[in-house]
């Protein structure tokens, strides 16, 4: 099974900062990467998948970087509707699926 | 508009079962796989079954294989999980998502607000 991992479990930040979260995947998975974003007591979000594509309706700083194993998410400039947890998922197996644990992005 | 609306969470005791039921609206419900991902309080995403369109294609996490079923009715538009034997660390937000495949990409679009289930004597 495809295990997946992120760092930092947590951080720290400040509106108008650059963030950025990293996932890495137990073997090669190619570009099948996709992110989400949490907010408490909501569903999850998509906001990029196959590792950089932006989902539609998606504010332009976020971005996704990498392929293979490692992978990044990158909020360009940290704004208050930002604070929340992230999560990446491996789609590489079609049917399983496989998330990290979360990124928490706070103040 | 693009509708997934769960229905059927609630209290269970252990060993006891429940049937969750994703009514889906806004979209051809038959042309899409489709998945249940659980969030056990204060942690993270699970990925806990997902289904292919026709049904041929069925998968289970290990941790809920043999005693959850996922099922669909295409002309119902309605998606299903039936949880047989259920634990305390089973208790958890239940969502039905819709996996989307485009070209060569494959990720969850379209989410349900999510449904409780607390298994609990």
């Known amino acids: 099974d495809i295990q997946m991992t992120q760092s930092p479990p947590s951080l720290s930040a400040s509106v108008g900062d650059r963030v950025t979260i990293t996932c890495r995947a137990s073997?090669?998975?190619?570009?099948?990467l996709n992110w989400y974003q949490q907010k408490p007591r909501k569903a999850p979000k998509l906001l990029i998948y196959h590792a950089s594509r932006l989902q539609s309706g998606v504010p332009s700083r976020f971005s996704g970087s990498g392929s293979g194993t490692d992978f990044t998410l990158t909020i360009s400039s940290l704004q208050p509707e930002d604070f929340a947890t992230y999560y990446c998922q491996q789609s590489y197996s079609t049917l399983i699926f496989t998330f990290g644990p979360g990124t928490k992005v706070d103040i | 508009e693009v509708q997934l609306v769960e229905s059927g969470g609630g209290l269970v005791k252990p060993g006891g079962s429940l049937r969750l039921s994703c009514a889906a609206s806004g979209f051809t419900f038959s042309t899409y796989r489709a998945a249940w991902v659980r969030q056990a309080p204060g942690k993270g995403l699970e990925w806990v079954s997902s289904i292919s369109g026709d049904s041929n294609y069925i998968f289970y996490a290990d941790s809920v294989k043999g005693r959850f079923t996922i099922s669909r009715d295409n002309t119902k538009n309605s998606l299903s999980l039936q949880m047989n034997s259920l634990r305390g660390e089973d208790t958890a937000v239940y969502y039905c998502a819709r996996v989307r495949r485009d070209g060569d990409s494959v990720y969850f679009d379209y989410w349900g607000q999510g449904a409780l289930v607390t298994v609990s004597s």
């Open positions: 073997q090669n998975i190619g570009s099948y």
